[in-house]
């Protein structure tokens, strides 16, 4: 037997097992790189970490979101008689006191941080499914549209947008309805809103309710919480001066609505506003 070259062979096929031992192990970890849960796994991981909070998900929850943007705006920027002339369809009013502003239609009150109530002497009517009836007697009415994830007894909800997408769900119009006619509002109005920042990412829905479920235990309650709602938007910050129109900074965040109450993630930082 030639030694030398069944030696050769010999290397020559370790040479060669070695290198597909090599290939197999770089592909593997090409894989394990390239793996990701799968939608419907993430979810069924989220579902379980609320149940294990006491909390139930009966609500869609959004997969798609674009980059967001912070951005600061005033408080304020029309007087009680601005507010009269939309409320009353430019009827005549007069001052009746500091703040205040009386006509044959109603009243309006000045309550400050950019916030005026307006009283109806007589029912105006009014149809939720024609918001424009509402949004032709506010201020800068077509800032405004219909939030359905929020308002309860009697009350409809229209938030401001931003960019004309997005509800700002701490500057809103509140509507006294009922039978089809509202006796009333209270409207909370941004005025100078310039973005802070060039839009970012934000984390995810299924993120937030994470978030949600290790921030607030409601295990030792009976009663489930049930989320009914998820939506993305913007919540000023409590920092900062807004009286007399001072400049304030808003930030995007996801709004979980439960049937016991409505919570703020950040969607930045994940954090639950408190």
Do not use: C
């Not at 600061?72 to 009827?91: D, I, N, T, W």
């Amino acid at each position: 037997m030639n030694w030398e070259t069944a030696k050769t062979w010999l290397i020559g096929m370790f040479l060669i097992l070695d290198v597909l031992l090599g290939w197999q192990y770089a592909s593997a970890r090409a894989e394990m790189r390239g793996y990701s849960e799968s939608y419907s796994d993430l979810l069924a991981n989220t579902r379980t970490l609320l149940a294990e909070h006491n909390f139930s998900l009966a609500a869609s929850v959004p997969t798609k979101h674009a980059d967001m943007a912070s951005f600061s705006a005033s408080l304020g920027g029309a007087s009680p008689a601005e507010a009269a002339k939309a409320a009353f369809a430019g009827k005549p009013a007069r001052e009746s006191g500091r703040g205040q502003v009386a006509g044959v239609d109603g009243s309006v009150k000045g309550l400050g941080q950019g916030t005026w109530e307006v009283e109806y002497r007589r029912p105006v009517p009014f149809e939720s499914k024609h918001p424009e009836q509402l949004l032709d007697r506010v201020v800068s009415g077509s800032s405004y549209a219909l939030d359905r994830g929020a308002g309860a007894g009697g009350v409809l909800v229209f938030d401001q947008l931003y960019g004309g997408k997005y509800p700002i769900f701490d500057a809103s119009v509140l509507v006294d309805a009922t039978n089809q006619a509202m006796t009333g509002y209270q409207q909370t109005l941004l005025t100078k809103i310039r973005a802070t920042s060039s839009p970012k990412p934000i984390i995810s829905a299924l993120d937030a309710l994470n978030s949600l479920a290790n921030s607030v235990d409601k295990s030792s309650q009976e009663k489930d919480n049930t989320i009914v709602g998820i939506d993305l938007g913007y919540l000023g910050s409590p920092s900062g001066s807004a009286a007399g129109g001072g400049k304030r900074y808003w930030f995007p965040v996801w709004r979980i609505v439960t049937d016991a109450g409505v919570y703020y993630v950040n969607a930045f930082t994940g954090e639950l506003n408190l």
